[in-house]
């Protein structure tokens, strides 16, 4: 069983338009993270998200949005796509008082 | 802000050589220190980690020191192999329990 996974796990698409992106975890976390790797590997958080609060990192434009029906999942939701969005997009989760973090397999965006 | 510093950028080793990959934060109140590797084109994965109240850590060819006084920690391989190629990031949790990253640092191991 996939402990964090997310899809899709390859995503292309034009500039302008709207796209969602799934994650969902079966580990019981109480927290999920949305984090943005680009070419340089750096990892960057984007949103932190526990069901008491959401946490964004200003630097992330407002395009992008975390939408969490229930504990299990966070989904991410990119409005009017940008060349400079493409990047690998890494769901992951972990519970806060041990924390480890288990990440998702990547979703690589693409946007021509 | 808080921050973690993780250098080389890139380390270059012979196969069989040991590789220490160093990093610094600047939270006080940090109290868990994990390590993550990340093997082209895959997921990054956990594969040690170490808390405050310890000052080293080993697991088979891997091992973690901390030094807290300092605000260090390294992570350490010895016998390297092929397979250990692939990029590392430390991280260092805060008080507000959020992971600090380093930059990562790009092991190649050469044959």
């Known amino acids: 069983d996939t402990a964090v996974s997310q899809t899709p796990k390859y995503l292309v698409t034009q500039m302008g338009n709207d796209k969602s992106i799934k994650c969902e975890q079966n580990l019981g976390h109480d927290t999920m993270y949305w984090y943005k790797q680009d070419s340089k590997k750096f990892l960057k958080i984007m949103f932190s998200y526990n069901n008491k609060e959401l946490i964004i990192n200003e630097t992330v434009p407002n395009r992008f949005s975390p939408k969490s029906p229930d504990k299990a999942h966070l989904n991410l939701h990119i409005n009017s796509l940008e060349l400079g969005d493409s990047a690998v997009y890494f769901c992951a989760s972990s519970q806060e008082a041990t924390g480890g973090y288990t990440f998702g397999s990547g979703t690589r965006l693409t946007v021509v | ?111």
């Open chain 2, 1 to 111: 802000g808080e921050n973690v510093e993780q250098h080389p950028s890139t380390l270059s080793v012979q196969e069989g050589d040991s590789a220490v990959i160093k990093c610094t934060y600047s939270d006080s109140a940090s109290n868990y220190f994990p390590w993550y590797k990340q093997e082209l084109g895959k997921r990054p994965q956990l594969i040690i980690d170490i808390r405050s109240n310890v000052g080293e850590k080993k697991d088979q060819r891997i091992a973690v020191t901390l030094n807290k006084t300092a605000k260090h920690f390294s992570l350490h391989i010895t016998e390297t192999q092929p397979e250990d190629s692939a990029v590392y990031f430390c991280a260092a949790r805060g008080s507000n329990y959020q992971l600090i990253w380093g930059a990562g640092t790009k092991l190649i191991i050469k044959p």
